[in-house]
């Protein structure tokens, strides 16, 4: 059958319909086996949350972050359990399935894309209780100045989604392999992980880190990402630099992903 024909492994038809498919098994096999199933999408970020919460709002005196700082909190860590789960899973997107990896006629690249889509229907399952967190902040507040705000910024939730993808994609085109290659990469990956996490406004806002961290903060991606995603509610805290940037260097890691992940194939098809 020719290489054009649809349908045929090339095709761009095919590439979607498998990864689909791909990305709808990871979700079944993630559900089916879990008694909680769902609510392992909003459990995690949930419970870090409620953690943060009391930490920065019953034990000491916060100084970071808007309120309703709960608000605050759900509307950044949601995008980055997406965010960290994805590149948890590029460290071992080619071990997991290398008999497929290798056999397969479809670009290898669904390897990883199939990740960041998974991932992402799940933060989608998880925006819900996002919402349901601000009807009740708007029912059951009484003061003004801590009732969320929602406004025109809600229509930039879809760029930062966008922009998350473009990063994501990027990133496990570089991650998965070089983790595939060189197999401590995949523990160095989680320590780096662990690390970013403070290193990204999640629990805080750019605005807050003084100087020079606000400039080395604005060249994370992740900040003008988690800034597009709060313009919803908080619409404070836009800084066009740091958005700016966010997309810059999102595209530029898309960018060297390809570059890297074409370079890598064949030398991780015979590693495999």
Same mark, same amino acid.
């Given at each position: ?157 879809? %760029?930062?989604? #966008?922009?998350?993808?473009? +990063?994501?994609?990027? =990133? *496990?085109?570089? !991650? ?67 958005? %700016?940037?966010? #997309?810059?260097?999102?595209? +530029?890691?898309?960018? =060297? *992903?390809?570059? !890297? ?12």
């Amino acid at each position: 059958m020719s290489r054009t024909t649809v349908g045929a492994p090339g095709t761009p038809q095919r590439y979607v319909h498998s990864l689909w498919l791909l990305s709808a098994r990871d979700l079944k096999v993630r559900y089916s086996t879990s008694a909680l199933g769902y609510l392992w999408s909003v459990l995690d970020p949930l419970v870090m949350s409620a953690i943060y919460w009391f930490v920065f709002t019953q034990v000491f005196q916060r100084d970071v972050g808007e309120d309703p700082y709960i608000i605050f909190l759900i509307s950044g860590l949601l995008p980055w359990v997406w965010f960290n789960s994805s590149v948890s899973d590029f460290t071992k997107a080619f071990k997991r399935d290398s008999r497929l990896v290798r056999s397969t006629a479809i670009p290898r690249s669904i390897w990883v894309n199939r990740i960041v889509l998974s991932k992402g229907i799940e933060f989608l399952f998880s925006l819900p209780v996002l919402a349901l967190f601000v009807v009740v902040n708007l029912l059951t507040e009484s003061d003004p100045g801590h009732i969320v705000q929602i406004g025109w910024g809600i229509l930039w939730i879809p %760029v930062a989604v #966008a922009l998350q993808i473009v +990063l994501l994609v990027g =990133l *496990g085109l570089l !991650v998965a392999p070089l983790c595939a290659l060189y197999a401590d990469l995949e523990r160095t990956t989680g320590l780096i992980l662990r690390a970013l996490f403070y290193a990204t406004p999640i629990i805080y806002s750019v605005s807050n880190l003084p100087e020079p961290f606000d400039v080395i903060g604005a060249f994370n991606p992740l900040a003008g990402i988690f800034t597009l995603y709060r313009m919803a509610f908080f619409p404070d805290q836009w800084n066009t630099l740091t958005v %700016v940037i966010s #997309a810059v260097m999102s595209l +530029l890691i898309l960018a =060297l *992903g390809v570059w !890297v992940f074409r370079s890598l194939e064949r030398p991780v098809l015979k590693e495999l």
